[in-house]
């Protein structure tokens, strides 16, 4: 007998995508699946489009805690074998679904699959390959190279390891991967089975700083210390931030030595809550390095000024 799918779309005033999402499910061949739709309350015209396809699956709108509440509710209210979350701006391309089914299939002890997924535009256009990456857990704790619509995982797993982490709001997904990466190897699918949509408005682009602030939190509860990686990563998007908010020129020597000290007061600040302040010889070289580089194109451009007065 064939696994059996459950597919969940979390939604609230998606409107304008939602449909691309629902045609992109109910549109995937030689799979049996069950699809559920949990929206928020939208006040678009969602509700309309969702009433438009309710002969070909279920749909509930109500007030609820965001989409990890949205995520976890239509979990325990489906039966299927394998649980596939893809989010209502997010697409699946043309028999995904019937590709992670045959790995499951034909390899019984894989509790996750994932695979290759494209940044999408708002029109569908492809803008980059997703970063995703071979399996490597050490490596899943620096880099989340995983793919949210682009992976899958059996019930059977949450089960055992329980649902969303209710209390994220941004690195839900990525906290689920890491929780169910420390007891079994993933299964990377190298073929493209979803669209992963980027605009101004997605909370990956639209709110990188508080993303990046929760993922480090996270990483200090699981792990007691956050990866450097990501303690720098929060400095960046930070000051990134404040130079669009200033307007900085950062064709301007200065304000690059004046970016340069933020970021080190942003670091280290970073660094004592998440790290405890300890910081590894090769990254205290780096950025040594990139300071004094900074520092001295800042001193050799005022004495070539000088010199020519």
């Known amino acids: 007998m064939s696994l059996t799918f459950s597919v969940i779309t979390p939604s609230y005033n998606q409107g304008q995508f939602i449909e691309r999402t629902i045609q992109s499910v109910l549109s995937q061949d030689d799979v049996e699946l069950e699809y559920l739709v949990c929206d928020g309350g ?7 489009v969702l009433r438009q396809y309710q002969h070909r699956l279920r749909w509930v709108s109500e007030p609820d805690g965001g989409q990890t509440d949205a995520v976890n509710k239509g979990i325990q209210q489906t039966t299927g074998d394998i649980i596939a979350w893809i989010n209502s701006d997010d697409i699946y ?4 679904l019937n590709r992670v089914q045959h ?17 999408i535009d708002e029109n569908d256009g492809v803008i980059e390959p997703y970063p995703t990456a071979p399996w490597n857990y050490q490596i899943l704790k620096e880099v989340c190279f995983l793919c949210q619509p682009a992976t899958f995982f059996r019930r059977s797993l949450v089960e055992e390891q329980g649902l969303l982490d209710a209390s994220l709001k941004f690195c839900m997904d990525y906290e689920l991967w890491l929780r169910y990466g420390r007891i079994t190897n993933f299964f ?22 508080a993303v990046h602030y929760e993922i480090n939190e996270m990483m200090v509860k ?13 400095a960046s998007v930070l000051v990134d931030d404040q130079d669009k908010a200033r307007g900085r020129d950062l064709t301007n020597l200065s304000m690059q030595v004046q970016r340069t000290n933020e970021f080190f007061l942003e670091a280290f600040r970073g660094y004592r809550r998440w790290r405890r302040l300890m910081m590894s010889p090769a ?14 194109r800042l001193l050799k451009h005022q004495l070539s000024l000088k010199v020519h007065l």
């Open 42 to 48: 939208s006040s678009d015209q969602t509700i309309d």
């Open 103 to 119: 790995i499951f299939e034909t390899h019984p002890e894989v509790q996750v699959v994932y695979g290759n997924a494209y940044h």
């Open 283 to 296: 990254t205290a070289w780096m950025l040594g390095r990139w300071v004094a580089a900074s520092y001295y």
């Open 93 to 96: 391309y043309p028999s995904a």
């Open 222 to 234: 699981k792990f007691t210390f956050s990866p450097e990686k990501w303690v720098l990563a929060y």
């Open 188 to 209: 990377y699918l190298p073929e493209v089975l979803a669209g992963s949509r980027l605009y101004q408005d997605t909370k990956t682009l639209g709110q990188r700083v």
